[in-house]
DNA sequence: AATTAAGTACCGACCAGTTGGTATGTTGTC
DNA sequence: GACAACATACCAACTGGTCGGTACTTAATT
C-alpha cells in the first residue's frame, strides 16, 4: 500500500483527462470544432501539458481513437450477452443490449470513431486509420459468433459472416447520424429492431 | 428564347459557384475544416461576394444541404427505376441504383447532408434542421413505394413504411461511413445487398 | 547521508498564420 | 441614379504549435 499514486506504470494524470475531454467534446462537435485549447480547458490542463503528451492534434486523434478502441472492447467484453451459448441467441443479445444502450442524449452515446473518421478520412490518415480498425476490430467479434452461428445450423449462404458483421456495423452508424438529424434515439431503435429482423429471417428463428 | 441569361430569378454565378464549392470540400473534408477562405478559393471568387450572398458561414451550410436536397431530388426523380409500375420492383430498382452510383473516389459518392449532420447537430441548430429535412425528404419517397407495396402485398406487418424507408437511409449512411473508414466502395455495396435481401424477405420475393 | 545528474510531468507566455466577419469601395444594369 | 453583384483591404479573435522554465522523482556518484 502506501503509494495511492503507482509507482511506474502511470499516473500520467493529464493524458487520461485529455483523452476523456476528446471523449465529450468531439462526439459532441466533431475533432475540427475541437480545439486544443477546448480540449485543455475541459479537462483541466494546460497547453504545455497537451504537447507533453501528444505532439500534434492529430496525435490526439490517433490516440483518441485507440483508447475508444480499448475502453468499448472493455465494455462489451463484459457485457451479458456473452452468456448464451448458443451464438445466434448472443447475436441477437448483442443487438438487444446496443438498443438499450440508447439513452440519454444523442452525443452520449454516438460513436466517436465514427463521428471521427467523416472528418478525417481524406485528411489524416493516421487517425482514419485508428477509427478502421476500431471499427473493424468490433466488427470481427461479432463475425466470430456470426461464424458459429452459421456453422451450427449448417448453413452455407451466399453471403459472408464478415459481411454481416459489418453490416450490422453500418446499420448502427447509419442509425447514429439519423439520431443527430431528428434529435432523438427512437429512429435509431427502430433501426436496430429492422436488423434483429433480418438476422431473424436469414437464421429462421421465431 | 432572347435571354439565355435568365432576367430575375437568378443568374448568381458566383452563389451558384460557391455552392459547388461547398459540395466538393465539405464532402471531402467536412463543414467546419472547409473555411469561407477554401470555399472563395475554389470557388473563384472572392470573401465579398461570398458575404454578399451568405450572410454567415452558416447560412451557407444551410443553402448547401437546400440545394442538396434539390439537386438529389431531381437526380433519383429521373433515375430509371420509376419505370416500374411495380412498386416493389421500384424499391428494389431504387437499391440497384444506389449501388450502381458507388463509383470513383470515395468524397464523389457519399452524402453532403449526412456528413455535414454529424458535425453540426449539436452547435448549429440551422444546419441540423435542413440535414434532418434532407433526409426524411428522400425518405418520405421511398416509403411511398414501400406502403404501396405494402397494399399491393395485402401486409400489416408491425413495422410501419416510414420505419423501413429510414431504415434504408441509415444503411447508406452507415455504409459510407464504413468506406471512408474502409478507404473503398466494396463494403458499402455488400452493405446494400444485405439491405436488399432483408426486403425481399420481408416480402417474400424470390 | 549528501550531492549530483537526468528524466518526466507540467506550466504559461509567446508566435505566426488563419479564422469568420466587416467596411468601403467599384462596376455594370435596369 | 438606384441597386445588385461583386472586389479589396482590413480586423480582432482564435488556431495549432514552440519554448524556456519549474517542481518532483529516481539513480548514480561522492
Not at 59 to 76: C, D, K, P, R, Y
Not at 132 to 154: M, N, P, T, V, W
Not at 169 to 189: D, H, M, P, R
Amino acid at each position: 500500500m502506501s503509494n495511492t499514486t503507482r509507482s511506474k506504470p502511470n499516473k500520467p494524470d493529464a493524458r487520461a483527462k485529455l483523452l476523456d475531454a476528446a471523449f465529450s467534446l468531439i462526439r459532441a462537435k466533431g475533432y475540427c470544432a475541437t480545439s486544443v485549447d477546448d480540449l485543455c480547458r475541459e479537462a483541466g490542463v494546460t497547453k504545455g501539458a497537451f504537447f507533453h503528451h501528444f505532439k500534434s492534434k492529430e496525435e490526439l486523434g490517433v490516440a483518441a481513437a485507440n483508447h475508444w478502441s480499448e475502453m468499448t472492447g472493455i465494455f462489451f467484453a463484459t457485457a451479458p450477452y456473452h452468456d448464451h451459448q448458443d451464438p445466434l441467441e448472443r447475436v441477437l443479445g448483442y443487438l438487444d443490449f446496443r438498443r438499450a444502450i440508447l439513452q440519454g442524449e444523442v452525443r452520449e452515446f454516438t460513436c466517436l470513431v465514427g463521428t471521427m473518421v467523416q472528418e478525417t478520412y481524406d485528411t489524416a490518415p493516421a487517425i482514419r486509420a485508428a477509427c478502421e480498425a476500431s471499427i473493424s476490430g468490433h466488427a470481427a467479434k461479432i463475425e466470430a459468433d456470426i461464424a458459429e452461428a452459421l456453422a451450427r445450423a449448417g448453413m452455407k449462404p451466399d453471403w459472408s459472416a464478415k459481411s454481416l458483421a459489418l453490416h450490422s456495423q453500418a446499420v448502427l452508424q447509419g442509425a447514429f447520424i439519423l439520431a443527430k438529424a431528428n434529435g432523438g434515439a427512437e429512429i435509431a431503435g427502430e433501426s436496430i429492431d429492422h436488423l434483429k429482423r433480418y438476422i431473424c429471417l436469414l437464421f429462421n428463428r421465431s
